[in-house]
Nanobody, 124 residues
Framework: QVQLVESGGGLVQAGGSLRLSCAASGRTFSSYAMGWFRQGPGKEREFVAAISRSGDSTYYANSAKGRFTISRDNAKNTGYLQMNSLKPGDTAVYYC?????????????????WGQGTQVTVSS
């Protein structure tokens, strides 16, 4: 089992920045690729970004490219999502997730482990 706990959400003005964290416990964090998803009001959960087990490969949704950066620190069992130039459309609950394969994170929502989510609200 892997337990994931997100933090770092909050209220920010448009154009601002937030850094989300995902703390992992349980099985070896470095054995899992990690990703971030989000679910806005009245919307389906959507993929945001993914990072490989070693951190040497990343992948982003078009909406995140150029503004968000995913990273991880395996020594700290923690993943991150740095979000810059935030827009009201980025308002959502943000979830981190883990799976053995990065390709699974990018292509499906049938992932092994999910966090409980953290709310991000961007005001105009």
């Amino acid at each position: 089992q892997v337990q994931l706990v997100e933090s770092g959400g909050g209220l920010v003005q448009a154009g601002g920045s937030l850094r989300l964290s995902c703390a992992a416990s349980g099985r070896t964090f470095s054995s899992y690729a990690m990703g971030w998803f989000r679910q806005g009001p009245g919307k389906e959960r959507e993929f945001v970004a993914a990072i490989s087990r070693s951190g040497d490969s990343t992948y982003y949704a078009n909406s995140a490219k150029g503004r968000f950066t995913i990273s991880r620190d395996n020594a700290k069992n923690t993943g991150y999502l740095q979000m810059n130039s935030l827009k009201p459309g980025d308002t959502a609950v943000y979830y981190c997730a883990a799976d053995r394969e990065m390709s699974v994170i990018v292509t499906t929502k049938a992932l092994d482990y999910w966090g409980q989510g953290t709310q991000v609200t961007v005001s105009s």
